[in-house]
């Protein structure tokens, strides 16, 4: 399903161009076995089950690559790619990661975003140099970022306002965000604005830097940063999304929270006046996740429901309305998430260590206080399948995953009558 702006196609309907935008959800065509998506400036991605990616929208960078310049208001399938895992769309340039932990681009590349060492578009996708062992990456306006099983992150692209995190200039090779105290490792989670990156540690803190013009950094000033800086007295996060010039992030206890550029309402929180730091999202509760578009936000929740704020003007809200509101309304006639796929993406409080591992993690819940003896554990892949399922009775379990092939699994724990989730990687 689509909604917004659709002059270039990006709602994959078969239509584009004006008066084709819609407020309300609208079915893209042909499309089907989709297990994740994102959306770019103006295009569109999906990946399948099969490991394929799709796109739509623009094209005249070659975004979609199909390799062609030419835009498309159905999906077309990205040209020689198989095995993906995960997606991420840019301002005008697309990421796909691999199975094998390798890492996909195509598009825009004036400013090296695409990471193969050199600055000329491409209508195909090309792989990134000197980049493995990665398990997630996100994409900004006009930089990328990948996170590698070190728990350390990768930048390219533009450095314009210090989003690499280098401290230093642009590079069309990925680059080490500069390791300083506190951020030397331990990344679990990765995500960028148009022109800001944010990063969350293993101890649940967030790291942030690049372009702070609205405070997307969440640090209490203003000033860009070029190094990636800490976000003070900000615990509890297990989840976090950037808008174009904005954060959010998702807290263990199921609260949201948004910071930076609130022109139209993006932030959820009842009024329409920027905060360089964290506050709360009104009236949202049991939230698993919370991402920002332009100038707009979507947040999901444990029932299956999908709720937004911010700017309407193209029917980007899908309320039904295009009139701009700054706190969250329920999006109507958009069918719930399933549960299954819920429970493999909702995060809560459970250690998995070590991780990434060969295989062996050990399950370690001591917040679970209640009773034990209907507990279970089961593991799915990238595609949503079950690949292993136990009793569990205990507190403290050991994961015996060898047999598995390398890559992402989520794990899933079922205790005292709730959800546990927790993403390992197998190296």
Request: aromatic share 8%; with cysteine.
């Amino acid at each position: 399903m689509a909604w917004g702006y659709n002059y270039n196609g990006q709602l994959g309907n078969g239509l584009n161009g004006v008066g084709t935008d819609s407020n309300v959800p609208i079915s893209v065509n042909s499309l089907t076995g989709v297990i994740a998506v994102s959306a770019g400036m103006y295009h569109s991605l999906a990946l399948k089950s099969d490991g394929t990616v799709w796109a739509w929208g623009a094209n005249n960078s070659g975004q979609l690559g199909d390799g062609t310049n030419i835009n498309n208001n159905v999906p077309v399938q990205v040209s020689s790619l198989t095995g993906i895992i995960a997606i991420a769309a840019g301002g005008a340039h697309s990421l796909a990661l691999k199975n094998d932990s390798t890492v996909w681009s195509w598009g825009r590349n004036d400013v090296g975003q695409l990471g193969n060492g050199n600055n000329n578009n491409s209508n195909v996708p090309v792989q990134v140099n000197f980049l493995t062992e990665a398990i997630t990456i996100a994409a900004g306006g006009n930089h990328s970022l990948a996170l590698k099983n070190d728990g350390k992150v990768r930048t390219w692209g533009s450095n314009q306002y210090g989003q690499l995190g280098n401290g230093a200039f642009d590079s069309n090779i990925p680059i080490l965000v500069s390791p300083i105290t506190g951020m030397t490792g331990g990344i679990t989670a990765i995500a960028a604005g148009f022109f800001h990156s944010i990063a969350l540690r293993n101890d649940s803190t967030i790291w942030a830097w690049g372009n702070n013009l609205y405070g997307q950094l969440g640090n209490g000033n203003n000033n860009n940063i070029n190094l990636p800086n800490h976000i003070n007295s900000f615990f509890g996060v297990i989840k976090i999304g950037g808008g174009t010039t904005s954060s959010y992030a998702t807290k263990n206890d199921g609260t949201a929270w948004a910071w930076g550029s609130n022109f139209a309402g993006e932030l959820g929180n009842g009024n329409n006046i920027n905060s360089n730091v964290p506050v709360f999202v009104n009236s949202l509760t049991g939230i698993i996740a919370i991402d920002g578009g332009g100038e707009h936000s979507l947040a999901l929740k444990n029932d299956g429901t999908v709720w937004s704020s911010g700017f309407n003007l193209y029917g980007q809200l899908g309320n039904g309305t295009n009139t701009d509101t700054n706190v969250a309304l329920r999006i109507n006639g958009l069918c719930q998430v399933s549960n299954a796929v819920n429970e493999i993406t909702e995060e809560a409080s459970v250690t998995v260590y070590p991780n990434p591992s060969e295989g062996i993690f050990t399950i370690k819940m001591e917040e679970v206080r209640g009773n034990m003896a209907d507990g279970e554990i089961k593991v799915y892949n990238m595609m949503g399948e079950l690949v292993f399922s136990s009793e569990l009775q205990t507190t403290h379990y050991i994961l015996d995953l060898r047999s598995k092939s390398k890559g992402i699994y989520f794990i899933k724990v079922i205790a005292d009558g709730k959800v546990y989730s927790q993403k390992v990687v197998i190296e």
